[in-house]
Every structure is written in C-alpha cells, then in structure tokens.
C-alpha cells in the first residue's frame, strides 16, 4: 500500500487547500480530469465503439501488454514518433480524447497531452484520467 502522509482515510477532497501528499496526487496540470466513473461511462458509450472516444495510454510497451484499459491505444510519450502512425488517425477529429498513465506522481500522461495538442487535438476534448493505471487496478 502506497504512504498515505496527511489523510485520515476519506475521500474527500478539499478544494483550495494545498495538499502535500504527493504520492496520492497527480502533477498540477491545466488539463480537466475525468475518474474513474467517468472513464466507466466514456467506455459504455456508444461513441466509443465508433471512434469518437479515445483512450490513450501513455505508459510504456511492456506496462502496456501486462494490462490496460480495454481498447486503449499505447503511445509512449518519450518515443512518439515511433505510434505516429497509429495515433495521430485514431485522434483526428475524436470528440474526447483520455490520456492515463501509471497514475500518482507518473507525469507520462501530462506529457502526453502536450503532444497531442501539438497534433491539433482540441484543449477541450482532452480529459486527464490522473489516478491512472494505479486507480483502475485497485477497482
């Protein structure tokens, strides 16, 4: 079980206080985030299954192939060009695009959606699934 410094156990989340457990925290990033709910729900809809929803994980190639959120497509952001080919078509024109990594203090995701806003992938459709690979496992 990861520290848990500074927390008594809730959920809760206390807005405009500072918080210094960083392990439980993603990275600040202007991104807006999406839970694990929410990713539960992209996954459901329709939209989904034809295109318009993609899930990107920004993990690396071995993480990727002893598990992932079903039909996410691998793209590590630190060899980008190497899943060009495969992510840049999948991305263009999708209405939501999640990006996930390991979760907690992994900042592969938070990279990986600078580099999709460079491959014209609307700020707005970008949603940041910061518990990550971490939070899915433990569902």
Sequence with gaps: EPKQAGTNGTSSVVATQPSNDAEERHIKHPYQEIDFEGVMAVLKDPNTASGLNVIVDARKDDTFEEGHIPGAILCNPHEIDLYMDTLRPAVSGADKVIVYCGGGDCE???????????????????QLYAGGWKDWTSR
């Design 108 to 126: 592969d995701s938070v990279a990986m959606c600078r580099e999709l806003l460079e491959m014209n992938v609307p700020f707005e459709a970008l």
